[in-house]
């Protein structure tokens, strides 16, 4: 572990709460997303969408619209047969049966879920659209619904794809050990049925497209977290070569999965853009965003978690319904997947099964928000750890340090073979203890049940599996995924010795502009104000695979970081052969590169760049000019944040309402390059968490229509609902990459709903409620509370 | 997200409102906040042909203490009762509670009466308070009662070409008064309201107590069997738990996706003692 010790003795930058590059321009309003964008010429699109959850298009009668002066074209699924294929899907385990029924941007034949688009009309004017479309005559024959995962699978159950025969999409089992030995040495085996409901991503900004066909070539402007995957898909679905196309990604106001996707409205309006010869532009509304932008989570697990009477855990088995919704999206069907390897969290198990059904329903589809699988699995075992403890009669922490991993044995291959890269689960606790100060919280309990109000204290101690990459692992032949997810960075050093850094990756608000300069600036000896990170646009620089999967520091990063080293090594040469030194002898020391132990001897990066680019003659023999490297980088392993979460609830006990009093949060992301951002991203993650465990639901009712379609009725917390978090880290470094990190985009969203899940049981267990399922809304709570009074 | 098309004026006078509101037909609309008219027409639940805006007529606005009661122009905004605790009492604590400070800084009184929601706190506390409106029309202005005004959901007894100038609340001097609005989150509208306000004999038992319910019926509704199980009593916390169990008597919630209709009847009967308590000075 040597490489930690240079990592400790590095420049000044990382590490400090440097203040966002990126803040001023989003926060004075000078920030241009999509819809800030306009081409000369531009058509807006507005889109018909169907009102049914399952019906056959008898007819659509366009005639109205069309007549209407202010309508300049009408679209529909038929006009659209030129498509060389339907929307992508980009799962394809080996030697598993997915069935993937063809997704188009615009409905064929049949409609499948509210909200699904029939046809898209085209105006010089967005409110014209949008009248135009209201002219759209859609005659439906309604067809039955299936909108319950639990009976979707009986007998007569009414079929979302009545061609496929069934509404199972497919089976995927991942195991490791001897579970049936596991379950057989096991004293006390608790079963709970765990419930993680359907959420929206919710990004501030809507979906927006700009698409602009013109002269053989294609500019599509779209707030996505994916610009080269948006790109691969546009050329093989619209027939355009790729290097014909150019996917920009603007300013994004947020993705939280939402936007890792190749979405039906991208492919429509660029094909609309060709069919129509202009450009032509589409903002979604909060009302589409709510009912046809994927959703997440939406599983119904049955979870068995065995242990020895002396609290060994010894196998944990989980069976898990996931809701597909109607069809499958860019990674609809993986999701589960993705929280099976981490199914057996921060514990020593000696055997784990995870048996995943996926089943098609007359709903929105759902893919990857915010965590996609790990929140699920976290909840899963973070919520029967501690009904496990209840039913030992042990303490619930005392429970989870005895099946700790040690913090010794890293790193760490669980039973399914997964190898956690590093680990230290009892520092993380200890500190959160510390901070948390028990005995107060305790003593307050007797004063407040006095007035009605039930404190709870919950915790949840979790790791993640996140920088997604490995290629050799995610990829064709390993989980199934249809690319490879390594990263490439160009670090360019201008002439005047300032640098522009290209990263593959597209990051979307979370910081990274800031935290990828601070990392370049300290290894060229420069200030982070002079280093520029551009992403998000496929026709500039650096390829890559896009920001989700908390991937962008632990892979995005590293390969930066990797080009700036390529970068420093050629400096070198060219200062050691200007000062006459050995390269090895040439350091960066106070912003120049000078040769080791005569510091006043040396060049500043801009001298080194301007003899590179003004005067490569006076570079070594033979060497290129310029002062510019790439690099691709594919890491060897995912990395494993970890951490140890606490929350407090307080809960009235005549009404049900519960509220967040306190929440401690200590995460490990290896080595921090920025504490303040990860406090936000922690932050981020808490409050969404916290969302769905007492407010966010995306509800249906039983005909398919969707309840929750606007900020009304979907509850997203405001500050008003949360406390201050308190939030503090430890230190572990990662040995997979050079930088020592892990990601944290999602840590919080997968740590935290848990957490509070087990403080209001842990509020109300005096009352005899001993567990209950998430959203804990008011009539909820109060409910468990009447029937366990009974 | 984007309204229908409509046709927008801005009479200077009361008369050419109402002239404007005769000749746009019958789908033409006042405007005065805009904060429950404008969202419905967004989601095109509503497309007014003709939006008559009330913002430069002049006497709509101020609030004057006048004998017993205060008078408050119909384009007051929210925001501009929610501080004044101390005179308005509980107009000026419900008013408070109204949605976030962007909501309260464009509603209107005037508006939020009119649209006659009763989820909406300001119906109740009128309601409560037996106050009155002033509805001017072509024929000259008329007092409406609270009791009188609420009709259905969404439906007041003006008629479409009144409108509402002033609204008088009786200052309840000597009054003491609370009001309980259970929601999820702090922006959000009751899931049950409870307006309590009561007044005591000299010996301490209750003279006259009043009780409005907010989002328990299609329109603000009296708690009438819990106000007379407290006339006569101390105003004790166990007078209070007692009367407070009746606060639902005869009610029927309509039931949504937050509160089913057992629930929030429950919620009614809590909300109401913790009103009273409140208003008693036991809270
Ligand atoms: C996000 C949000 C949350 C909210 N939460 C709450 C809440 O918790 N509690 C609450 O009480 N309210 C809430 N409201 C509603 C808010 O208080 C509205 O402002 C109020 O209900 C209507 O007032 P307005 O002035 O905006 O009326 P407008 O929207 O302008 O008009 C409403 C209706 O009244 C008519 N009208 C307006 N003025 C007059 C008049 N003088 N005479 C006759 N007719 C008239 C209009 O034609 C229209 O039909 C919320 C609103 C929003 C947008």
Redesign the interface.
């Known amino acids: 572990m040597t490489a930690i010790d240079d990592r400790a003795a590095a420049a000044p930058h990382r590490g400090q709460s440097l203040r966002r590059k990126e803040d001023p321009r989003l926060i004075t309003g000078r920030a241009s997303y999509t819809d800030d964008l306009n081409i000369t010429g531009q058509l807006h699109a507005a889109i018909v969408r169907s009102p049914e959850a399952h019906a056959k298009i008898v007819s659509i009668d366009t005639s109205a619209a069309l007549e209407r002066d202010d309508v300049v074209a009408v679209y529909t699924g038929e006009d659209m047969a030129d498509l060389l294929g339907p929307l992508p899907m980009a799962w394809v385990p080996p030697g598993v049966d997915v069935q993937n029924p063809p997704h188009w941007p615009l409905a064929r034949g049949t409609v499948k879920h509210v909200g699904d688009p029939v046809a898209i009309v085209l105006s010089e004017d ?2 014209a659209a ?2 135009g479309a ?1 002219d759209v005559f859609v005659e439906y024959e309604p067809l039955p619904v299936c909108m319950d995962i639990e009976t979707a699978l009986e007998d007569g159950a009414a079929l979302t794809h009545p061609e496929i025969g069934t509404n199972k999409c497919h089976e995927w089992s991942l195991g490791g050990g001897d579970i049936e030995a596991g379950f057989a040495a096991a004293d006390v085996i608790v079963e709970r049925r765990v419930v993680n409901h359907r959420v929206s991503g919710a990004p501030i900004e809507p979906r927006g497209v700009l698409a602009d066909y013109r002269a053989g070539a294609l500019t599509l402007h779209t707030s996505t977290q994916v610009p080269h995957f948006v790109r691969l898909f546009a050329a093989l679905i619209l027939g355009i070569n790729e290097e014909k196309i150019r996917v920009i990604a603007p300013e994004v106001g947020g993705g939280f999965g939402a936007k890792l996707q190749v979405t039906g409205e991208e492919m429509l309006c660029s094909w609309a853009s060709r069919k129509s010869g202009r450009p032509v532009k589409w903002i979604e ?3 589409e965003h709510m009912a046809v932008c994927h959703h997440g989570r939406d599983q119904v697990a049955t979870v068995r978690l065995g242990a020895t009477k002396d609290g060994r855990l010894t196998a944990i088995h989980s069976k898990i319904l996931a809701d597909m919704g109607a069809y499958l999206m860019l990674l609809t069907p993986a999701v589960p997947s993705l929280g099976a390897f981490v199914m057996s969290g921060v514990y020593d198990i000696p055997a784990v099964q995870t048996d995943i059904t996926t089943v098609f329903t007359n709903k929105c589809a759902t893919d990857a928000i915010r965590g996609a699988g790990r929140p699920e699995a976290t909840h899963m075992i973070e919520v029967c750890m501690d009904q496990l403890a209840d039913e030992l009669g042990m303490d619930r922490l005392e429970l989870r340090r005895k099946n700790f991993i040690p913090k010794d044995d890293f790193p760490h291959e669980t039973a399914l073979g997964i190898v956690y890269d590093s680990g230290n689960y009892e520092g993380a606790l200890d500190l959160l203890m510390e901070k948390l100060d028990l005995p107060a919280l305790e003593a307050e309990k007797a004063e407040l049940a006095a007035k009605g109000i039930r404190r709870g204290i919950g915790y949840s101690t979790y790791t993640e599996i996140c920088g997604l990459a490995p290629s050799r692992i995610t990829g064709p032949e390993g989980f199934g995924l249809q690319t490879g997810l390594w990263e490439s960075a160009i670090v360019r050093v201008t002439v005047t010795g300032n640098v522009v850094v290209y990263t593959g990756t597209s990051p979307h608000g979370q910081g990274h502009e800031t935290t990828m300069a601070q990392i370049v600036a300290d290894k060229l000896g420069v200030d982070p104000a002079q280093v520029e990170i551009m992403h998000g646009d496929t026709g500039t620089g650096a390829m890559g695979l896009g920001t989700y999967g908390s991937r962008t520091t632990a892979v995005g990063t590293e390969a930066v970081a990797r080009a700036a080293d390529k970068v420093v090594e050629k400096a070198r040469s060219i200062v050691s052969h200007l000062l006459e030194a050995a390269p090895e002898d040439i350091e960066v020391h106070d912003g120049k590169f000078s040769v080791k132990g005569s510091p006043d001897k040396g060049l500043a990066l801009a001298e080194v760049s301007g003899v590179a680019h003004v005067q490569p003659e006076k570079m070594p023999q033979g060497m290129e000019p310029g002062l510019e490297e790439t690099s691709f980088y594919d890491p060897e392993n995912f990395v494993f944040p970890f951490g140890a979460h606490a929350c407090i609830v307080d809960v009235e006990e ?2 049900g ?1 519960v509220k967040v009093v306190r929440y401690v949060a200590i995460d490990d992301c290896g080595p921090a390059i920025n504490p303040m951002v990860i406090d936000g991203q922690v932050h981020g993650g808490i409050a969404q968490a916290i969302g769905q465990a007492l ?1 966010e639901h995306v ?1 249906y009712d039983d005909t398919g229509q969707l ?2 379609g ?1 900020f ?2 979907y ?1 997203l ?2 500050a ?2 949360l406390p201050s978090f308190e939030t503090d880290r430890t230190e572990t470094p990662s040995p997979v990459n050079s930088l020592g990190v892990k990601g944290i985009g999602e840590a919080g969203t997968i740590a935290a709903t848990p957490a509070v899940v087990n403080a209001v049981i842990d509020a109300l267990k005096p009352l005899g409620v001993t567990y209950m399922n998430m959203p804990l ?3 909820a709570v ?2 468990a509370i009447q029937e366990a009074g009974q | ?5 409509f046709d927008y004026t801005v009479p200077g006078s009361l008369d050419e409102a109402i002239d404007a509101l005769r000749d746009g037909g019958e789908d033409a609309k006042l405007l005065a906040g805009g904060h429950s008219l404008v969202p419905l027409m967004k ?2 639940l509503a497309a007014p042909t003709l939006l008559v805006d009330l913002r430069r007529v002049p006497g709509l606005h101020g609030i004057e203490r006048q004998n017993g009661s205060w008078r408050i122009g119909a384009m007051t905004r929210h925001a501009e009762l929610q501080d004044r605790h101390d005179d308005l009492g509980v107009v000026a604590h419900a008013a408070a509670g109204i949605a976030d400070q962007q909501v309260r800084n464009r509603g209107t009184i005037g508006g939020s009466l009119a649209h006659g929601d009763s989820a909406s706190d300001l119906p109740t506390i009128l309601l409560t308070l037996e106050g009155t409106v002033t509805a001017m029309g072509p024929d000259g202005a008329r007092e409406i009662a609270a009791a009188d005004l609420f009709q259905d959901y969404l439906t007041t007894s003006l008629d479409p070409l009144e409108i509402i100038t002033e609204v008088r609340m009786p200052a309840m001097d000597g009054w003491g008064h609370g009001y309980q609005k ?1 929601t ?6 009751a ?1 049950v309201g409870v307006a309590a306000v009561v007044r005591k004999n000299d010996d301490g038992t209750v003279a006259e107590a009043r009780i409005g319910l907010t989002n328990m019926g299609s329109t603000p509704l009296r708690a009438t069997a819990a106000e007379e199980a407290l006339v006569g009593q101390p105003l004790t916390a166990e007078a209070i738990a007692a009367a407070a169990g009746h606060a639902a008597d005869g009610t029927n919630p309509p039931a949504d ?4 209709e057992d ?1 929030k009847r ?2 009614a009967c ?1 909300l109401t003692g913790r009103a009273l308590r409140e208003a008693a000075g036991l809270a």
């Open positions: 967005r409110g949008i009248d209201e509304t909060r009302s005549d009404t309402k407010y509800m309840v929750t606007t009304v009725d509850a917390p405001t008003a609902e809304g008011p009539e109060w409910t | 997200m984007i309204p229908a098309a989601l095109r259970f999820r989150r702090a922006e959000d509208w899931m996706r937050n509160a089913s629930y429950h919620l809590v």
